[in-house]
């Protein structure tokens, strides 16, 4: 498997949320100069006047993959996204620099991630300079199937030892003054919350999104830092329901989740909460439990967790090697999936796809094995007739049709490569764990002809059962035993391989 873990030397400065951070350049992060020119001489025009002279000047609007980091802010906001992370559970990583598409694309092949966190916005964090990260690559990486979480870090707790990392003046920390009920505190939060809608809306991370605040380890001991940091949250979070995004917190399972949870506990009508909890526990554990001593055992249950289980180190999937920290996700409804019909009705999930063969005065072929072929073959538009559950002569010569259209020699029986091309023909998105949908089903029918023996199970979900079917079909074809269906593995499952 082409998979490393490598630990990482000390001395170097690292942080919970991002691993290894380098010391960053000071620079703010600045809209391209073409667009930064064209508002100001827009700028006694209207919103939609500037839009329009916008698009005309710096070309249409795209769907494709070209660069489009100078579409004007406003049109990118409009974006056909999805909200991000969504419902989803299973694998992700973070890393303080978003990785360049080739190494994201990589991954997506071979790792066994589809979430990854990304710093978007803050003072405080220590990749402040982004260079891969802009609208064309956050609409990639979507497109691509990769769950995004967008982190701020901006002003931490009063009490913390590592901040004001760049000056107070640049990064201020959490105001513990008390006056006005720690106004100064609340407007923070609410300031923090704007810039990072205005990032996130500039990076086509469209409203229903979850955007995501890093606040670093800190002494909840400590009244004053504690009682400032609550409404720092609340604030965010408050602010983020106003402007149409989703609340999440992240932090350590010792302070701020602690924090979180105490005011969960006992004052849920008092602060506004967010809407899910990323939790840093490094416990080894592929999951999003944490003791209760720390957060409340049906707190943000279900699909309201995340959990950072894994400290910066490297990995190495497809040749790439990043430094990450892993994570578990389990939120909103997570693996469920819906219904799906054929035919009016007819059953193409099979117990086993075996082979059909002419019928005989002693043998006829099984009815519901029949019709399921029809079945799929009605759909790919090479039968029309009725599903009856006879291999006649038309059902026969769909048969060869679709036989012919994969350059094999017809044959009277349909056989096991039969069902296994004729059950993944069509698009191939990588599927890995916390994949759902209509592509699981083809897969999860495909490797049931492929190895009739393993018993799989069509549910349209790829849970752990799923995944060990996949590296068990890969090792049985010949590949490396990577637990997911990647583009080779389509490949192999589209030429008819078992």
């Known amino acids: 498997m082409n998979y490393t873990v490598v630990v990482r030397p000390e001395p170097c400065y690292w942080c919970e949320s991002c691993g290894y951070r380098d010391v960053a350049s000071d620079s703010l992060i ?27 000047l ?23 996204n999805r909200p991000t992370p969504g419902s989803f559970r299973g694998y992700g990583f973070d890393q ?5 598409q080739a190494k994201m694309d990589a991954w997506m092949e071979h790792s066994p991630f589809m979430a990854a966190g990304i710093y978007i916005s803050g003072n405080s964090r ?35 030892t590592r901040y004001p990392k760049y000056g107070s003046r640049v990064d201020p920390v959490i105001s513990a003054d008390p006056t006005d009920g720690y106004a100064r505190a609340k407007a923070q939060g609410k300031l923090e919350a704007e810039r990072a809608v205005t990032v996130a809306k500039g990076l086509g991370i469209v409203p229903r999104s979850t955007l995501f605040y890093d606040l670093e380890a800190f002494d909840i001991g400590n009244g004053a830092c504690k009682a400032s940091a609550i409404r720092f949250v609340h604030a965010w979070t408050q602010r983020l329901h106003q402007l149409g995004y989703k609340s999440g917190f992240y932090s350590s399972a010792g302070s701020g989740i602690k924090m979180i949870d105490w005011v969960y506990q006992n004052y849920p009508e008092t602060f506004a909460l967010p809407d899910t909890l990323w939790i840093a526990r490094w416990d080894g554990n592929a999951n999003t439990s944490v003791s209760t001593d720390y957060l409340s055992s049906k707190a943000w249950l279900p699909g309201g967790r995340l959990k950072q289980y894994q400290g910066g180190h490297n990995e190495t999937w497809g040749g790439v090697t990043i430094n990450i920290d892993r994570n578990f996700l389990d939120l909103g409804t997570g693996m469920r999936v819906a219904g ?20 005989t005065s002693t043998y006829t072929p099984p009815a519901d094995r029949v019709k399921a072929l029809q079945c799929l073959l009605t759909e790919k538009k090479l039968y029309a007739g009725t599903i009856n559950g006879r291999y006649d002569l038309a059902t026969r010569r769909a048969a060869y049709a679709w036989q012919r259209s994969r350059g094999f020699a017809t044959n009277s029986t349909w056989g096991r490569r039969d069902w296994i091309t004729l059950t993944t ?3 191939t998105p990588v599927l890995k764990y916390g994949s759902t949908g ?20 069509v549910t ?18 010949g590949m490396s035993s990577y637990n997911i269906v990647n583009t080779a593995t389509w490949a192999k499952l589209q030429a008819g391989r078992f």
């Open 438 to 457: 209509a592509y699981v089903r083809r897969v999860q029918r495909a490797l049931s002809a492929a190895m009739p023996d393993r018993k799989v199970q």
């Open 96 to 100: 303080c620099l978003a990785p360049s």
């Open 460 to 477: 349209g979900v790829y849970d752990a059962a799923t995944a060990a079917h996949a590296g068990a079909y890969r090792r049985q074809v």
């Open 30 to 56: 600045r809209l391209p100069l073409e667009l930064s020119a064209m508002s100001a001489r827009l700028a006694p025009l209207s919103a939609l006047l500037a839009a329009v002279l916008a698009v005309t």
């Open 126 to 160: 220590a990749c402040r300079d982004q260079p891969n990260l802009t609208a064309t690559w956050v609409r990639n990486q979507l497109a691509r199937g990769w769950r995004l979480l967008p982190i701020t870090l901006g002003p931490q707790a009063s009490c913390s």
């Open 425 to 427: 023909a069509g698009a």
């Open 340 to 359: 799906e019909t054929h035919c009016g009705g007819v059953a193409v999930d099979l117990p086993a796809y075996l082979a059909i063969k002419m019928p």
């Open 58 to 80: 710096l070309g249409p609007l795209r769907g494709d993959r070209e660069d489009a980091t100078d579409q004007p802010v406003d049109l990118l906001a409009a974006s056909t």
